[in-house]
């Protein structure tokens, strides 16, 4: 038996894979270590006031998030190991627990995004300074960059050439295991949950309209995974459904696990390729993995570009004719702007945190293209808003939809009146939140 001294230490961070299945940090950290120190941060910065006036995390995705983590904590004390948490700056607590537990190694998930990035570049100076490792991983997408046919700063910068390329190669690897065992010190501080009230302005409530009752953490997301695929076969028609507008299961509705990493992207791919095998494959099965090639695509996009997703040029360097218009930003955000597909979809939005990927190109584009009004400020307020908000997807979409991304098109307009006629023919949503 190690003496206590010996015994090899890292401290695992979780930041958006808050999960215990498919996790490739956790499970490279618990077989390089003794004992394992799991921590989660709320990052008080991300719920600061942004530039545009929101709340960097607004109350939905907030109480989603709070309920991700005490469910991951209490996965974890099912294996009769604990959850640290704690509320700060992650480059100021990190490192202060590693040489509190004396951790040789930090173990993490890798992020692309500007923001993130920066943390990782300051942790990794502190850590330097302290003889303490770091080792990062890519836990997010569904194909794993290092087995792509290209690197990533030479990527298509079309999704269907990116495609193309993919399709071809074997890189989507199998699901790792969840540990059996987590050794943690005996000694670990569990630290304190915060209060939705630290967090946001004050708890909220959903309308009993929305689509579905989104619940955090990963056991929500395998109950829904094996919802949607087995137990309702509403994989089977997801092509025909998925531009849907009322209901749960137009839609997988496995975004908002996604976006905080408490289901990988793998582990909904396989589970559809076992349905394949035991039910059936058609056009739908194959368009869920589509998706989430359109996810990796706007990852690794996020990776390519960088800061220029943040910019009102985007990638294409492209000015566009718009206006810090916060008169018709709230106009629009308030589901005032007299276009009545688009005030529904906003209302849907503003009282659920949940809009159809459908009502999210039509109400950007309505804003871009009709307002007038600058595309980041649209972006900034989906960000406060969306529950399933994913900064790769969000800005890669916006920026896609103002023409300043990545689109073959020159500018991607959309025709409010016959987008309504095809898809609410009926006028139900609208009469649902109007």
């Known amino acids: 038996m190690k003496s206590k001294k010996n015994l090899r230490i890292g401290l695992v961070w979780f930041r958006n894979d808050l999960r215990l299945y498919d996790n490739e940090t956790l499970c490279k950290a618990v077989a390089e270590n003794d004992v394992v120190v799991p921590v989660y941060v709320f990052d008080t910065r991300n719920y600061r006031i942004s530039t545009y006036g929101f709340k960097k995390t607004g109350g939905y995705r907030a109480q989603f998030l709070l309920e991700c983590v005490v469910n991951l904590r209490t996965n974890m004390r099912a294996l009769g190991c604990e959850l640290a948490i704690y509320t700060g700056i992650p480059e100021d607590i990190l490192p202060a627990l590693c040489l509190k537990y004396r951790a040789t190694t930090l173990y993490l998930s890798q992020e692309v995004a500007p923001d993130e990035t920066k943390v990782e570049g300051e942790l990794q100076q502190g850590l330097n300074s302290m003889g303490v490792g770091m080792k990062t991983y890519n836990t997010a997408t ?95 028609s997801y092509f025909d459904t998925r531009n849907g507008l009322i209901g749960r299961d137009y839609s997988t509705k496995l975004s908002a696990w996604l976006a905080t990493g408490c289901i990988s992207a793998r582990v909904i791919h396989h589970t559809i390729k076992e349905y394949e095998r035991v039910r059936v494959a058609n056009k739908s099965t194959y368009w869920v993995t589509f998706e989430l090639l359109w996810r990796d695509f706007f990852r690794f996009n996020m990776e390519k570009y960088h800061c220029e997703l943040f910019f009102s040029q985007g990638p294409k360097r492209k000015t566009k004719d718009h206006t810090d218009n916060y008169e018709l930003l709230h106009r629009w955000l308030n589901g005032d702007t007299g276009c009545d597909f688009v005030d529904a979809n906003m209302n849907e939005l503003r009282l659920t945190g949940f809009m159809s990927n459908r009502g999210r190109q039509i109400t950007a584009s309505y804003l871009v293209n009709d307002l007038k009004v600058k595309w980041l400020m649209g972006a900034a307020y989906f960000e406060s808003l969306l529950i399933d908000y994913d900064v790769c997807s969000n800005y ?38 109007l």
């Open 142 to 236: 569904l194909l794993k960059k290092e087995l792509l046919p290209f690197d990533v700063n030479k990527m298509p910068d079309m999704f269907t050439a990116f495609r193309w390329q993919v399709e071809r190669i074997n890189a989507i690897q199998e699901a790792l295991p969840t540990p059996k065992k987590i050794t943690v010190p005996a000694d670990m501080d569990a630290g304190l949950l915060p209060d939705i009230t630290t967090l946001s302005e004050a708890p909220v409530t959903v309308d009993p309209r929305a689509a579905m009752r989104y619940v955090g953490g990963e056991t929500a997301a395998l109950a829904r995974l094996k919802q949607y695929v087995w137990e309702t076969d509403a994989v089977s």
């Open 396 to 433: 890669g979409n916006w920026a896609y939809i103002a023409g300043v991304g990545n689109d073959p098109r020159q500018d991607r307009y959309f025709n409010i009146d016959k987008q309504a006629a095809t898809y609410d023919a009926d006028g139900a949503y609208r009469r649902l939140w």
